[in-house]
């Protein structure tokens, strides 16, 4: 049984990078909900400004401060926690945790770490000692060796055989790894590492480049019990990170014996570490035999941890924290909406998953796009069908970003280059692969090419020929019948006829083929889940219903990419939390695996679809929304959804296009909020600006109050004021000014940028995400506002600095621009 | 693509697209969650008069491999599923999903909505369905007359006994309609095994002077087996180690005065956390039962529950308490399913261990 | 480094067959009583009486044997040392009751020799059994055990060791070359 603890301190995830987006804080949400089940008291350390879980946090017990060992360390030894979970703030989190145990603070502090004991976290952290345990309990790992000479590289490959990878170790270069598939291969590549080592040390390893990816997530709680939620199949092969790959769930590719002992393995890893909680391993297995390695134990929240939970519709974190506090399945108690028997159901699917990575190559052109072992991506998307062509095709749909509702082409690639793409594959692996395809390469010819097995190339080939299909039979109800198969929307249909929407939505109605949603549950039928994730498909049962009462439809910002988006997202989970106050049923549509916003308790209804018009029309047509919200920056979508009259649209977080500018640059602003025909100052900033550029797309960071606030400030929000018109400006509104002596002259005008939105409600006590959902929806109460609010009373400077990607993505880049953000941390500086 | 349709005892139609054979069949509808192995599925002999519904909405990814059949000549219905996939590559030998059934004479739909299909079996329970070309009025009426056979076992289970040649204990295993994994497991574990029929007696089988007998699973209901087969258990249970398996364990219970009932919805899948009692630990398994053997029945005298379903708390393992003789409901060769209970095969060949190592020291 | 012979799964199995026939064998559990040997015995004892309570809903006594003091091959001063002065924790009587000793390995067979001294100077019971979760031959004496867990035919160069998780953060039987 469970030990009851008082104070549990929670480490969060920090800032957005490169690895890791918001689901790190939406696991910390979902803690915190069932934290609160046990009454514990929950002290939050985390410095991201679009962290959700803060915000539900008293204040006093929310330390924004960098998660590193020495704030933690003193947060510990201020609140006297008895006990530490750290599986959702990552392997930072987890590294902390180490130190932790190892510098003593934990037994001098008498406070218990959840999820593993010290003993066994150091046998994840010391890769030695992993290995070590895993050979123990006769797991296969990687064979590696360090050599000082040919002689023992020859003994070690004649233990292991080709192919090896020989890398120098304290290299003069960049560390250069050499697959060699031969003696001779090996000679040279002996001979060039041995050139280049300070030490005159090479490593070798056995090369596993081109086996099957798979990953498998399992829970297990304290008596040793343990359940697998469900296995994921990286369609890329082992050689690109698995960040970086396109991932199925459940697994596509292996027979029943090869996957009951990679779950059989998994268990055997969770006793060893004794885990109580989740663990990930990631296995790379053979495509010739049943033959397997352990490549990485993560008995932590990790990414695919958490889409394994969205690919299952498991409740994850919320048993998972309760495991970890050590109540075992049969303990824990759900929320009614769930069956008494979900937390030890092993899930099974009914559906089918796949995610795509997004690249942030758009906006950081000046890097290796080579997808490799490095991870590069930002985001990614998932759709989700009963058919694996359909899941692809809504993936494909939602990360190849096009504001119409098309699938674009690499039609304009030549041939050299689409071969060169499938040995070294860029961001747009999966338009290569169908291009390829359709050129004409054989299914053999491409899965030798690409190491990726021959089913996917079979589902992309049924998925043209489907394409191809619907092309050439324009109109046609068989035609329609197999697009919506295969996952083609009635936005994409009518597309490719170049019809309107309505067209087909009618020939729909006649033909009685109208969309149906599918409940994402983790039974598969067996009980009545209300878990309400749904995914469209059309067949006969519809298990999606209207609510009665007031209904919001929020739109989701889909996957994430550099920019605004992280803060995006924390953007609709507060019109969620807004709305839901407001005493608005929500429905949330998303393509965002890791979204905070499709956290379950976060919204009454989620659809996990592509945010493309025709889907948006078949879910408002089931729910009937009163409202619907869409973010600013989908232009033609918004467009095409005004034709359609009746439909209450709210367009938020706003659109940037509406700024005006003067000039491009500025160094303070003052923010506003305006009501109709009044104005309330919100407060003042001033911008960094760097190598003096103060161009607005190089200022990423900034301060509130502005700097001599005592001396200007109120001088400014009275030019600020007489700038902006009401009629054309309301809400948070930005006034902009350069700076020249004692001199301000306003710049430009525009609405309160994403960021800076969470900023000011981080920072001014007021949540203005609310306030702007309230203002929509008419039910603002200014007098309340006006009390809340005092400009004048600064206390501290609250600084926002961005963080880019640029160390990640390799690049010798320093400075970024706001379209280059990848995250941000927040920080406070008294006044001096 | 030809349409047939799956018609319902409830008078239900489903449309759907033919693959595989283009048998007409009629047989018991019945939902499988387990997420791998629809070979192994399909080729179980418990899936005669069957037709199966997978919930898994894609199956035939990796075709078929001669190391995963279950059983020889599969006695299957049919194959519902909302879509497959007609592949046969892959690194081992194999052939595609439609081949095999066509070989068999198996007929599958699919395009079938099998979501809504298996909400349906569990709202109104077992129901019998035929695969057919036209669902006219004659179909339905046919399907209403159709009285499916109950001499199940005896078509499925070898007539004649074969031996499975090794050099370890000597195991008979009672043929009920045997799934390879059992044998596989056995094989496993060097056992020198010798199939016999269903219907062996028990002087046949002490004849080959077992070290372990071994009940095996198979189709329909215990109750269509004769007298002489419960007479068969309780006089071979008492004289070497004995492990039942399926309708072996429903058998097995029976023999010892418990009693068994048919459930609402039959269970396939390997979702269910199965409780073993005596360390309170959960786990998982493949489960494909129609019956199950009442708790209120058992004889504590007798037998002791080992093992028990927590969802619908069905009895899931049963042991004698005077005899090394014990039962699963469950498939612990985890073909298909998880292999969390294979250590059942260890308990076997370890109990038959000890018995010849103590035979050989009593003094 | 030591191989695993026995893990986790394969341990608890076998703890659970042992209980199994431990019931078969006394018809039932009518005055039974563990005595576990010290140290590793008394954990195994331990976890068979979870598993008789799990079943039968009794709860069986568990003894602890410190046979320390009473083997052969170890020199002391005198044999006759008190029993209830040693570290044995035995607070029931175990005149007429069935005992089963538990042992996690049975080797030459003088700890268990010593065991039954010390249960003889306990007192009378009906009958005494012996529970070993392993067996690597080598007797020196002529003593079996009427429940073994695993038989592991070892060298005496090897070593057998025994972890349970209670003391050793793990379940695991391992063979030291």
């Not at chain 1, 350390?45 to 929310?62: G, K």
């Not at chain 1, 001033?686 to 200022?699: A, G, K, P, Q, V």
Request: with cysteine; proline share 4%.
């Amino acid at each position: 049984m469970a030990i009851v603890f008082n104070k549990v301190l929670l480490l969060g995830g920090g800032p957005t990078s490169i690895g890791h987006e918001n689901e790190l804080d939406a696991a910390a949400f979902e803690r915190l909900i069932a934290l609160r089940k046990t009454g514990a008291q929950i002290i939050y350390v985390d410095d991201n400004p679009f962290s959700v879980t803060s915000e539900e946090i008293q204040p006093a017990n929310v330390y924004v401060q960098q998660v590193n060992f020495k704030n933690v360390v003193n947060i510990i030894e201020k609140e006297q926690p008895d006990a530490i979970m750290a599986t959702t703030g990552g392997l930072n989190a987890m590294q902390i945790a180490w130190q932790l145990s190892e510098s003593g603070v934990l037994s001098a502090n008498n406070v218990t770490l959840l999820g593993i004991k010290p003993a066994d976290l150091r046998k994840v952290i010391d890769n030695q000692k992993l290995r070590d345990l895993l050979t123990e309990i006769s797991e296969k790992v990687i064979a590696s060796k360090i050599v000082a000479d040919d002689s023992e590289a020859m003994d070690f490959v004649r233990e292991v055989g080709f192919p090896v990878i020989v890398k120098p170790i304290s290299a003069s270069h960049d560390t250069s790894r050499f697959i060699c598939n031969n003696t001779d291969e090996l000679e040279d590549a002996l001979d060039v590492s041995f050139k280049r080592t300070y030490i005159k040390r090479c490593s070798i390893e056995q090369s596993i480049v081109g086996y099957k990816e798979i990953e498998m997530v399992g829970v297990r709680d304290t008596n040793g019990n343990k359940m697998l939620i469900t296995g994921l199949e990286d369609m890329d092969p082992i050689g690109i990170h698995s960040g970086d790959s396109i991932i199925f769930a459940p697994t596509q590719t292996l027979i029943n014996e090869e996957y009951q002992a990679l779950r059989t393995a998994t268990f055997r890893i969770m006793d060893a570490l004794n885990v109580t909680g989740t663990c990930h391993v990631q296995f790379a297995q053979s495509r010739t035999d049943s033959n397997y390695f352990v490549t990485k134990v993560s008995p932590f929240f990790t990414r695919n941890t958490l889409l394994a939970a969205k690919a299952t519709g498991y409740p994850l974190t919320y048993v998972s924290s309760f495991l970890e506090l050590g109540y075992t399945f049969t303990e824990i108690k759900l929320p009614t909406k769930y069956s008494k028997y979900l937390p030890f159901m092993e899930p099974t699917m009914d559906h089918v998953l796949v995610r795509i990575p997004l690249w942030p190559f758009r906006d950081i052109n000046d890097v290796d796009q080579h997808l490799n072992t490095l991870m590069k991506s930002v985001g990614s998307t998932i759709g989700v069908g009963r058919t694996v062509e359909e899941a692809i095709i809504k993936s494909m749909h939602s990360s190849q970003f096009s504001p119409r509702d098309i699938l674009p082409s690499v039609s304009k690639v030549d041939d050299d280059d689409v071969i060169n793409q499938l040995i070294h594959p860029l961001a747009s692996r999966i338009l290569i692969l169908m291009e390829a395809l359709r050129r004409g390469f054989s299914i053999d010819e491409l899965s030798e090419l690409t190491r990726i097995d021959r089913f996917y190339f079979y589902k992309l080939n049924q998925l043209l020929r489907a394409q191809d299909y619907v092309i050439n039979n324009p109109m046609s109800p068989h035609s329609v019948q197999v697009g919506h198969k295969y996952g083609f929307g009635d936005g994409m249909l009518a597309e490719l006829w170049n019809v309107n929407i309505s067209e087909i939505t009618r020939m729909n109605r006649n033909t009685k083929q109208p969309v149906t949603y599918k409940e994402i549950e983790p039974s598969a039928g067996e009980f009545i889940e209300a878990t309400n994730i749904f995914y469209s498909s059309y067949e006969l049962e519809n298990e999606s219903q209207p609510f009665s009462g007031k209904t919001a439809l929020v739109i989701g910002r889909g996957g994430n990419q550099l920019g605004p988006n992280s803060a995006a997202d924390y953007y609709t989970t507060q019109i969620l939390i807004s709305l839901k106050k407001a005493g608005y049923k929500t429905i949330i549509m998303n393509t965002n695996p890791n979204a905070v916003s499709l956290t379950p308790q976060l919204s009454d209804k989620q659809y996990i679809e592509p945010i493309q018009l025709g889907n948006i029309l078949n879910i408002i047509n089931v729910d009937q929304p009163d409202v619907v919200f869409l973010p600013g920056n989908r232009h033609y979508l918004s467009k095409q959804l005004k034709q359609f009259t009746g439909l209450n649209m709210v367009v938020l977080p706003p659109d940037q296009k509406v700024a005006i500018y003067k000039e491009q640059e500025a160094t303070a602003a003052v923010d506003l909020f305006i009501q109709d025909d009044e104005i309330i100052p919100v407060t003042t900033l001033s911008f960094f600006n760097h190598n003096n550029r103060m161009d607005l797309h190089h200022i990423n960071d900034y301060q509130e109050p502005m700097s001599h606030w005592e001396t200007d400030e109120q001088s400014l929000i009275k030019q600020a004021i007489s700038s902006v018109d009401p009629t054309e400006w309301q809400g948070l509104v930005q006034v902009l000014f350069d700076q020249s002596g004692s001199e301000y002259t306003c710049t430009g005008i525009r609405p309160v940028r994403i960021t800076e939105t969470a900023f000011l409600t981080k920072t001014t006590g007021v949540n203005w995400i609310n306030v702007l959902v309230r203002k929509y929806l008419g039910l603002l109460d200014m007098a309340s506002l006006r009390e809340q609010l005092r400009p004048a009373e600064h206390k501290r400077y609250s600084i926002m600095t961005a963080k880019f990607p640029f160390k990640e993505l390799q690049s010798n880049r320093q400075e970024g621009t706001t379209k280059q953000e990848v995250g941000a941390s927040l920080s406070f500086k008294n006044f001096e | 693509m030809t349409q047939r349709y799956l018609i319902l005892e409830d008078g239900s139609a489903y449309p759907g697209k033919a693959f595989g054979s283009l048998a007409t069949t009629t047989g018991e509808l019945v939902a499988n969650s387990t997420m791998n192995g629809y070979q192994e599925i399909i080729s179980n002999q418990i899936y005669h008069n069957q037709i199966i519904v997978f919930t898994q909405s894609s199956i035939g990814n990796t075709g078929l491999d001669q190391n995963a059949y279950e059983s020889i000549l599969p006695s299957a219905k049919g194959v519902i599923v909302r879509e497959y996939e007609n592949l046969a590559t892959d690194h081992f030998k194999r052939i595609s999903l439609d081949r095999y059934l066509k070989q068999h004479k198996i007929p599958g739909i699919y395009d079938v909505d099998t979501r809504e299909l298996r909400h349906r079996l569990q709202k109104y329970g077992n129901m019998k369905a035929s695969i057919v070309d036209v669902a006219d009025d004659h179909a339905f009426d046919q399907l209403h007359a159709t009285v499916l056979t109950n001499q199940q076992v005896a078509q499925v289970a070898t007539p004649k006994p074969y031996p499975n040649p090794d050099e370890g204990d000597n195991v008979v295993v009672v043929d009920f309609g045997l799934k390879s994994g059992i044998l596989r497991e056995l094989s496993r574990r060097n056992c020198n095994v010798t199939v016999v029929p269903w219907n062996a007696s028990s002087e046949m089988i002490l004849d080959l002077d077992p070290d372990g007998i071994v009940l095996s699973t198979g189709p329909g209901a215990p109750s269509n087996l004769p007298q002489s087969v419960l007479k068969m258990i309780e006089e071979v249970q008492s004289q070497a180690p004995l492990f039942a398996i399926g309708l072996g364990h429903e058998l097995f219970a029976l023999a010892n005065d418990a009693s068994v009932y048919q459930l609402r919805v039959e269970h396939h899948g390997a979702n269910h956390p199965i409780r073993e009692i005596i360390t309170n630990e959960i786990f998982y398994s493949g489960q494909e039962q129609g019956y199950a053997v009442d708790p209120k029945s058992i004889d504590h005298a007798k037998l002791f529950i080992t093992h028990i379903d927590l969802v619908n708390g069905t009895v899931q393992g049963l042991r004698h308490r005077d005899f090394p003789a014990f039962s699963v409901q469950f498939s612990p060769d985890g073909a298909p399913g998880p292999k969390d209970s294979v250590g059942l095969f260890d308990d076997f060949t370890e109990i038959m261990e000890r018995r010849r190592v103590d035979n050989g020291n009593s003094f | 480094m030591g191989k695993i012979i026995l893990d986790k799964m394969a341990m608890q199995r076998a703890l659970t067959r042992i209980t199994y026939e431990i019931v078969e064998k006394n018809k039932g559990v009518e005055d039974l009583v563990l005595i576990g040997i010290k140290t590793r015995g008394i954990f195994l004892a331990n976890r068979i009486a979870d598993r008789l309570q799990q079943l039968e809903n009794v709860t069986i006594p568990v003894g602890e044997l410190d046979i320390t003091n009473y083997r052969d091959d170890i020199e002391h001063d005198s044999m006759s040392i008190d029993v209830k002065m040693s570290n044995n924790k035995i607070d029931f009587s175990i005149e007429g009751k069935r005992v089963i000793l538990v042992d996690d390995v049975l080797y030459t067979g003088r700890t268990v020799r010593a065991a039954l001294s010390a249960v003889m100077d306990l007192g009378r019971p009906k009958s005494i059994n012996l529970a070993v979760l392993v067996d690597r031959g080598h007797r020196e004496l002529p003593i079996r055990a009427d429940f073994v867990g695993k038989n592991i035919p070892s060298s005496q160069k090897e070593q057998i060791k025994v972890y349970v998780s209670e003391i050793d953060d793990k379940d695991a039987v391992e063979l030291i070359k």
